[in-house]
């Protein structure tokens, strides 16, 4: 099984004082068990970057990169991806839904992904089967606020 990997997921997972610390570093830990294999984009790798230097610094953000090269699959979006994920975003009205989320989407569609570790509501919003599970999707912190979309009709 292969499984996509949120900012939102990553964050938790670096940072001991995010609220999800715990769920994720338990979830991780629950994968590698079964040897799921992790995927993600250079545009998740960026996002978490640019958050990582914001809040923690320039060291914890070249931490983050070094980590994140041995534990995830990194698929390189390309100008075909891109472009579906601006078309979705536009489309979407949304303030709070990100184009990184978009091109997530668009990939894990194209990759016939399914499952995908995130403390994003977005996910499980687009269809997608959270990990370590859609209830726990509810609280976000800093650029993931305290905030409850519901799907446009």
Not at 88 to 105: I, P
Not at 121 to 135: Q, S
């Amino acid at each position: 099984m292969k499984a996509f990997v949120d900012t939102s997921a990553l964050y938790a997972l670096m940072i001991p004082e995010d609220t999800h610390h715990g769920a994720a570093q338990t979830c991780f830990e629950e994968l590698q068990l079964t040897e799921v294999s992790l995927v993600s984009t250079n545009y998740v790798l960026l996002e978490c970057a640019a958050l990582m230097q914001r809040r923690q610094g320039l060291e914890a953000a070249r931490a983050f990169l070094s980590q994140a090269a041995t534990l995830l699959d990194i698929v390189w979006v390309g100008r075909a991806h891109h472009e579906h994920a601006v078309t979705l975003w536009s489309k979407s009205n949304r303030r709070a839904l990100s184009l990184v989320d978009c091109v997530s989407f668009s990939v894990m569609r194209d990759q016939g992904l399914r499952h995908v570790v995130a403390f994003d509501p977005h996910f499980h919003e687009a269809g997608f089967e959270v990990l370590p599970g859609a209830d726990r999707v509810a609280e976000r912190r800093g650029v993931y606020r305290d905030v409850r979309l519901h799907r446009k009709s």
